[in-house]
C-alpha cells in the first residue's frame, strides 16, 4: 500500500488548535482560580477557528470537503454494524461514523463558544453579546453553557477510544495521519490532494475578520 496524501495543513493545523484551545477552555472553566478573561479569548480563539474549518469544509481540499466524508444515515449504521463485526470497510478519508463525530463535535462546540458569548460571571466580566438579549434568556444560556462541556468531555472520550481501536485493532495510524498527513491507501487511482488557494485565504479571512471583532468589543 502506498503512502498518499490526505489532510492537508489547513485540516491538521485547525484540528490541534481546537484540541490546545478546547484544553484550555476546560481548565480555565472548571479551575478555582480567576481565568475567565482568558477563557474568554481561548473561546474567541476557538470560534474563528471553528468557522475556518467549516468554511474550508466547503472550500479546501478534496478529503476536506463535507461533501466528501458526511455519509447518509444508512451508510453509518451498516459501517457502525461493521465495526462491531471487526472487519469495517476501508476508507481513505473519514469514515461515516468518524464523519458523523466531526459534525457531532462541530455542533456541540459551536453551541458552546455560542452560549458564551451571552453569558457573564455576574460580577466583573461579561460576554460582548450580553446585553442583546434579556437576562432571563442569557441565564438560561449560561445554564447550557455550563453544561454542555459535560457532554463535551465524554463525545471528546469516545472519539479518543474511537481512535486508539483504529489504531491498536484496526492498525490505522490516525494519529501520525492528523501529523505529518498521510495515510496507506489500498485504491488503485490516487487522488491528488491540493491545498486550493482561494478556499484557504478565504477561510482564514473569514475566521480572522470574526476574531478581531470579538476582540474589540469590550467584555
Known amino acids: 500500500m502506498k503512502s498518499t496524501l490526505i489532510w492537508d495543513w489547513p485540516v491538521r493545523i485547525s484540528h490541534w488548535l481546537m484540541v490546545f484551545l478546547f484544553t484550555g477552555l476546560i481548565i480555565t472553566g472548571k479551575s478555582d482560580a480567576d481565568y475567565v478573561q482568558y477563557h474568554f479569548y481561548m473561546g474567541y480563539g476557538l470560534s474563528a477557528v471553528i468557522i475556518a474549518r467549516v468554511l474550508y469544509g466547503f472550500y479546501g481540499s478534496y478529503y476536506a470537503r463535507f461533501r466528501q466524508f458526511v455519509k447518509g444515515p444508512k451508510i453509518v449504521f451498516r459501517f457502525a454494524v461493521s ?79 474511537a481512535v486508539l481501536y483504529h489504531e491498536l485493532c484496526l492498525k490505522e495510524r490516525l494519529i501520525a495521519a492528523m501529523i505529518h498527513g498521510r495515510k496507506k491507501s489500498s485504491t488503485s487511482i490516487a487522488i491528488a490532494v491540493k491545498t486550493p488557494r482561494w478556499g484557504v485565504v478565504f477561510s482564514l479571512l473569514m475566521g480572522f475578520s470574526w476574531l478581531v471583532a470579538l476582540w474589540l468589543m469590550p467584555i
Open 83 to 161: 465495526l462491531l463485526s471487526g472487519r469495517p470497510p476501508k476508507y481513505t478519508g473519514h469514515n461515516p461514523v468518524g464523519a458523523l463525530m466531526v459534525i457531532v463535535l462541530f455542533c456541540a462546540l459551536s453551541v458552546q463558544w455560542g452560549t458564551g458569548l451571552f453569558t457573564s460571571d455576574d460580577i466583573f466580566w461579561f460576554g460582548p453579546f450580553y446585553s442583546f438579549i434579556p437576562e432571563d434568556w442569557a441565564s438560561e444560556l449560561a445554564s447550557i453553557h455550563r453544561f454542555l462541556p459535560n457532554v463535551l468531555l465524554g463525545l471528546v472520550a469516545v472519539h479518543v477510544l
